[in-house]
Every structure is written in structure tokens, then in C-alpha cells.
């Protein structure tokens, strides 16, 4: 049983970091699943919104809708940038644990798929492009170990880091949600679990209400 840590970050509850959460084989497992998914759906380069500066990260979904970047703004929607085809289902590993992670919320409509390099990183942002914020985020980390940084409810607050292995799953519900957070380093040659090395982080978000929509 994978103990839970619970962490308050600047007064704000809701923020559960689960270590070593996935074992190597499920690892394993799923990073197959996932080189199977950008067959279909390829990893493709964001760009800022406005400026058209390119992401670090290179990325792709899975899931009835799925989250791009372009110069036309952040949005969520239900077919890939470059293809045109409706992105992949969520793996069922990844539906059931959002289950154990989140037990109470409505199931996951998105899943992203950040690969990234040495070198790149994520600058310190809020997930807030969805419809609801009741349900929290899932984060998966797969591969090379990162330096996850995360402060409060505004830029300017006060951050803490603490690094996330492969395996490792953080949580980020109730007041925690709308926490700033970002990547600021992958450590390089940390894990073995890619070939080429490299980390994935798969991001598990709700982004309607469940009102709106069945699922």
C-alpha cells in the first residue's frame, strides 16, 4: 500500500503526493501503452499563444478531449492539431487510478502527454483552462527524475520543490488546485525506464462539469 503524504503549501490543503505510486512493471506497462498512442496521436510542438515561442515540451493527448497551444490561445478540444482525428481513449490503468486517487470525482476527459528532454522544462502556471475545478489533477511521472516547484494561489507567492521519480503520482485537488506550479529540471540519466531517457508526465484533468456531460 502506497502511503499518502498530504502537504500543505502556503496555508492551502488539498496538495497529496504519492511516492513510487506505480511499480517498474506497471511503469512498464504503461509506457508501452503510450508509444502506442502517439502512433496514433503524435507528439507535436505547442506554441505560446500570441508569440508563437515553442514549448520545451513536446506533447499529446488522450481521452474525449485534449488540451492545445497555439497563437490563438490555450483550449481544450475533441480532435489532434496536426491529424484531425479524434484523440485516443484514456488507458483503463490510468481511469482506475484516478479512481483510487480521486474516489469522489467524476471521470477524467483529458489526459496530456508531455514528453520532455534534457533541458526542458515547464514555467510556473495554474491549470485553469477547464470548465470546473472541483475535480482535482492527476499527475503521473514516468521516466527521468524532475524538479516539481509549486506555490500558492498567486505568481508571487512563496514555492517549494521537491523532486518527482518515475512512478510517483501527485495530487492536486481542494484548495490546492489552482496552486502555480511548474517543472524546473529533469535530472538526467536518473531512470532507466526509457530507453533514450527522458521523462513523461501524464496529466489527468476534468474539464466539464458532470452536469454537462455523462461521463
Known amino acids: 500500500m502506497v502511503k499518502k503524504q498530504s502537504m500543505e503549501i502556503n496555508g492551502l490543503t488539498g496538495l497529496d503526493y504519492y511516492p513510487a505510486y506505480l511499480d517498474r512493471t506497471d511503469q512498464s506497462r504503461l509506457v508501452d501503452t503510450f508509444r502506442s498512442i502517439v502512433e496514433s496521436a503524435p507528439l507535436f510542438q505547442p506554441v505560446m499563444p500570441k508569440t508563437a515561442k515553442p514549448f520545451s515540451v513536446?506533447?499529446?493527448n488522450c481521452g474525449p478531449l485534449g488540451w492545445v497551444s497555439d497563437v490563438n490561445g490555450y483550449r481544450y478540444q475533441p480532435a489532434h492539431p496536426v491529424t484531425g482525428l479524434p484523440w485516443p481513449p484514456i488507458p483503463q490503468s490510468l481511469i482506475e487510478l484516478w479512481s483510487s486517487c480521486a474516489p469522489q470525482a467524476p471521470?477524467?476527459?483529458?489526459?496530456?502527454?508531455?514528453?520532455?528532454?534534457?533541458g526542458a522544462k515547464m514555467g510556473l502556471h495554474q491549470d485553469k483552462d477547464e470548465q470546473t475545478f472541483e475535480a482535482p489533477v492527476v499527475s503521473v511521472s514516468l521516466g527521468d527524475t524532475a524538479t516539481f516547484r509549486v506555490g500558492g494561489?498567486?505568481?508571487k507567492d512563496p514555492t517549494r520543490s521537491f523532486k518527482l521519480a518515475s512512478g510517483d503520482v501527485v495530487v492536486?485537488?481542494?484548495e490546492a488546485r489552482l496552486c502555480y506550479h511548474g517543472i524546473d529540471k529533469?535530472?538526467?540519466?536518473t531512470s532507466t525506464l526509457l530507453k533514450n531517457g527522458g521523462r513523461i508526465n501524464l496529466t489527468l484533468r476534468r474539464v466539464t462539469p458532470p452536469s454537462?456531460?455523462?461521463g
Open 107 to 118: 471521470e477524467p476527459e483529458a489526459c496530456l502527454i508531455n514528453f520532455y528532454t534534457p
Open 172 to 174: 492536486m485537488g481542494g
Open 212 to 214: 454537462s456531460n455523462s
Open 58 to 60: 513536446r506533447m499529446s
Open 186 to 189: 529533469v535530472l538526467e540519466g
Open 153 to 155: 494561489l498567486s505568481r
